[in-house]
């Protein structure tokens, strides 16, 4: 299984994972039912979750909702620290994760937006550096694992701040490697040496421990949030927690 996993994610274009892969994984759920994890997004229990990544994570993927580690921390994050699920709040999804998808949709406070430039999923064709938005439009940004494959991560952040209302705020979750400093090179672009210097051959930069930093730069707030560290192990187990997981959490500050 995680031969086979690995060799999809490689292979296979993300817009036809994103509109096929639940269809399969959804019949492997009914072979993994269990008690001893159970997904936090969906609520169903399972004896271990799937494998998941280019190189395979074991215990990773719901194979029900398709929720990976990260998205269960953020999932229990807007429940315990946030009034996401509450309050009337007006949301922009970047590059929506299906896991996420239908269930914002159906919350009655919210008004839900999609948007991206390549994913089927989204309800708006749209490119991050230039968000087709008025000025202070969006209480709530989602923008996950979009930031390390753009061209221009600072005017993408500008653009996020511009389009969220004084006192919005949003998570943008990317992967960051323990390294000093960013590490980026325009001029790679081939995608074998991508892959090899930056961990994806889609990939243009790998972030390190400056992240909230550099992002801040853009004049949005970003900072790291180490709710994870807050938990109890036996939560961690129960959901198959990230354990060394930072929320990045944005802000715009109020005029």
């Known amino acids: 299984m995680k031969s086979l ?29 269990g008690n001893k994890v159970q ?24 194979p029900n909702c398709l929720g990976l580690e990260r998205h269960r921390l953020m999932w229990l994050f807007l429940t315990e620290k946030t009034d996401f699920f509450q309050k009337q709040l007006k949301v922009l999804h970047v590059a929506p994760e299906l896991c996420f998808l239908n269930r914002f949709k159906k919350l009655p406070n919210l008004e839900y937006i999609t948007g991206d430039l390549e994913s089927p999923l989204a309800q708006v064709k749209m490119d991050i550096h230039q968000i087709p938005f008025p000025d202070n439009t969006f209480d709530v940004l989602f923008c996950n694992h979009v930031l390390e494959h753009v061209s221009d991560d600072l005017q993408a952040c500008r653009e996020i701040k511009r389009v969220l209302k004084p006192g919005g705020w949003g998570i943008l979750q990317s992967p960051v490697y323990d390294l000093a400093q960013t590490l980026e090179d325009p001029t790679i672009t081939d995608p074998s040496i991508r892959e090899k210097v930056f961990g994806q051959s889609d990939h243009v930069r790998k972030y390190g421990r400056d992240y909230a930093l550099r992002l801040s730069k853009s004049g949005l707030n970003v900072s790291e949030n180490a709710f994870v560290k807050t938990l109890h192990q036996d939560l961690l187990k129960k959901h198959a927690l990230p354990e060394n997981e930072m929320i990045f959490y944005c802000q715009k500050g109020q005029v």
């Open 39 to 62: 997904c936090n997004i969906c609520g169903l229990g399972f004896r271990k979750f799937l494998p998941y990544g280019r190189v395979a994570r074991e215990n990773a993927l719901c």
């Open 5 to 33: 996993i690995s060799w999809t994610i490689r292979h296979i274009p993300r817009k036809y994972l994103q509109l096929f892969s639940h269809v399969f994984l959804r019949m492997a759920a009914v072979f993994y039912r």
